[in-house]
């Protein structure tokens, strides 16, 4: 098969654990203890973006999306080291603006959907480093591999009333991965040197949470 102009989407893998707010615990989180005054979160997808950037033949970044995801969140301001996230996201949902290439990046050679639909992230442990800046590490998992990846977390707002008067907080997040720890490995050399794609991925994230009733 004869990929078109392919790019990577977005998850993410670095060699230390970073941060994010998206949120709920399992057996990975069950060692921590979270406050009791600690609010559960849910994502609102209408004012939330998972983007995601790679190189491509070596002169630009191409950019995507994922346009259907959901997350949990347990948070406290007064111990944002008690932060706790659950993510899930619908990997038929990239979106590069090019749909032969989306059709690629959906097959085999990349995320092949048909045996892995989601790609899902479920934090360790947080890490405040700075006035609305946390480093949060969890585990990454793509095409049923797991990775530990660190997510750059920053203008982590307070709690404010929206339009509704429900609260609701935002932040900014980051992370870079490289796709071939999660089995994506497919490239092509150039003939003026270097390949078709990118391994490095970066993941950019603006996410709207709103506190659950």
């Not at 670095?14 to 979160?41: D, E, H, K, Q």
């Not at 070596?58 to 301001?77: K, L, P």
């Not at 490239?187 to 390949?195: I, M, R, S, T, W």
Request: charged share 25%; with cysteine; net charge neutral.
């Amino acid at each position: 098969m004869h990929l078109r102009n392919v790019v990577m989407p977005p998850c993410h893998e670095t060699p230390r654990p970073r941060s994010t707010t998206l949120v709920t615990m399992n057996a990975s989180t069950a060692s921590i203890t979270i406050p009791a005054n600690a609010s559960r979160w849910t994502l609102d997808p209408g004012h939330s973006a998972v983007g995601f950037s790679v190189r491509h033949l070596m002169i630009t970044n191409v950019r995507g999306e994922f346009e259907r995801f959901r997350a949990e969140v347990s948070y406290d301001a007064a111990h944002p080291e008690a932060t706790r996230i659950e993510a899930t996201i619908d990997v038929a949902s990239l979106n590069t603006r090019e749909p032969k290439r989306d059709a690629d990046l959906r097959g085999a050679l990349f995320f092949d959907v048909d045996h892995h639909p989601e790609m899902t992230f479920i934090s360790k442990n947080a890490l405040p480093t700075g006035d609305g800046e946390l480093e949060v590490t969890g585990d990454l998992t793509i095409r049923g591999i797991t990775r530990e990846v660190r997510l750059s977390v920053r203008d982590l707002s307070a709690a404010t009333a929206d339009m509704r008067g429900n609260p609701r907080i935002g932040a900014t997040a980051s992370t870079r991965i490289k796709r071939s720890d999660f089995g994506m490995t497919w490239n092509k050399a150039l003939e003026a040197g270097g390949v078709v794609v990118g391994d490095v991925v970066t993941v950019a994230l603006e996410v709207s949470l709103v506190k659950a009733t």
